[in-house]
C-alpha cells in the first residue's frame, strides 16, 4: 500500500492543575426590607433620642448600640456567595 500520509504518534502528559473556584461569601443587610416609617418610629422611642448620654464615649456606645439593634431587627444581614461575572471581549 502505498500512502501520502504518516503515521503521527504523541503521548500527552495532561493534568489538572486548575484550582477550584473559590466563590467568597459576604456578609450584608437586606436593605430593601428596610421600612423606613418603623425603624423612625423605634429610633425615636430609643434612649439615643429620649434619655442621651452626657459623656462623648457614653454617647458613641449608645449610638453605637442603638443603630446596631435597630439595623439588626429591620435589615438583617444576610450571607450571600459572590459570582464572578465574565467580561465580554469584543
Do not use: G
Not at 443587610?29 to 418603623?38: G, H, M, P, T
Not at 430609643?46 to 448600640?65: G, H, Q, R, T, W
Amino acid at each position: 500500500m502505498i500512502s501520502d500520509h504518516s503515521l503521527i504518534v504523541a503521548t500527552y502528559n495532561i493534568t489538572n492543575n486548575s484550582t477550584p473556584t473559590i466563590r467568597p461569601k459576604v456578609c450584608c443587610r437586606k436593605w430593601r426590607s428596610l421600612n423606613v416609617d418603623n425603624f423612625s418610629e423605634d429610633l425615636m422611642v430609643s434612649d439615643l433620642i429620649n434619655n442621651p448620654p452626657d459623656d462623648v464615649d457614653a454617647f458613641f456606645k449608645c449610638y453605637n448600640e442603638t443603630l446596631s439593634t435597630l439595623l439588626d431587627k429591620h435589615a438583617p444581614t444576610v450571607i450571600v456567595t459572590r459570582y464572578s461575572r465574565r467580561l465580554l471581549q469584543q
